[in-house]
Nanobody
Framework: QVQLVQSGGGLVQAGGSLRLSCAAS????????MAWFRQTPGKEREFVAF???????VHADSVKGRFTISRDNAENTVYLQMNSLKPEDTAVYYC????????????????WGQGTQVTVSS
């Protein structure tokens, strides 16, 4: 498994932008599909986006056109650029790594970051 350490997040006004980073160590990063999920209190963890090692991406409909997942295989880092943020984007965001080639299910990702709070004020 890989170890994941997240950075970024914080408080931003609606319409603003934030970038989350997730640095991986341990196993070969390029072989993993990387993903971002988010969770609010009392709710299930929600899929946000994933990116294969080839660069192929899938984004949830709720963030499509506003969020962009990317990765730098040389730096073993995955990013989530979040633009046009809305109050409903407020959540704890988690990066994840898995051997899956296509999944929006958290159970298919075996390694997780520590989580980072994103708060969007109206």
């Amino acid at each position: 498994q890989v170890q994941l350490v997240q950075s970024g997040g914080g408080l931003v006004q609606a319409g603003g932008s934030l970038r989350l980073s997730c640095a991986a160590s341990g196993r070969t990063f390029s072989g993993y599909t990387m993903a971002w999920f988010r969770q609010t209190p009392g709710k299930e963890r929600e899929f946000v986006a994933f990116i294969r090692w080839t660069g192929f991406t899938v984004h949830a409909d709720s963030v499509k056109g506003r969020f962009t997942i990317s990765r730098d295989n040389a730096e073993n880092t995955v990013y989530l650029q979040m633009n046009s943020l809305k109050p409903e984007d407020t959540a704890v965001y988690y990066c994840a790594a898995g051997r899956t080639t296509w999944s929006t299910n958290q159970s298919d990702f075996g390694s997780w970051g520590q989580g980072t709070q994103v708060t969007v004020s109206s």
